[in-house]
């Protein structure tokens, strides 16, 4: 059963960190390029950053670059997100997804398999 499931989220202060994981379960995530993506309340979804599997090259949004960090442990079936001086408007729920496609990150679209996501609220 192919699964990801998201971890790491919670309350924190703005300027605050968190790291999220993303660990698959019923595939190999070396062969795919992964996502993290974040839908605000009353927000639409949106693209949060990419990495590729071919080289691990990585991908921002210009909201979160410079404070964001992702990277992937191969070994460990496992994509993190390290999120540095949080805001309030960071606050959504992060969900990881995965695809074959680098493409398909970038456009924030069509990714194949998805996980349920985990809350990071903002908040003083």
């Known amino acids: 059963q192919v699964q990801l499931v998201e971890s790491g989220g919670g309350l924190v202060q703005p300027g605050g960190s968190l790291r999220l994981s993303c660990a698959a379960s019923g595939f190999t995530l070396d062969y795919y390029t992964i996502g993290w993506f974040r839908q605000a309340p009353g927000k639409e979804r949106e693209g949060v950053s990419c990495i590729s599997s071919s080289d691990g090259s990585t991908y921002y949004a210009a909201s979160v670059r410079g404070r964001f960090t992702i990277s992937r442990d191969n070994a460990k079936n496992t994509v993190y997100l390290q999120i540095n001086s949080l805001k309030p408007e960071d606050t959504a729920v992060y969900y990881c997804?995965?695809?074959?496609?680098?493409?398909?990150?970038?456009?924030?679209?069509?990714?194949?398999?998805w996980g349920k996501g985990t809350l990071v609220t903002v908040s003083s």
């Open positions: 997804a995965a695809d074959l496609l680098l493409s398909r990150c970038l456009a924030a679209y069509g990714m194949d398999y």
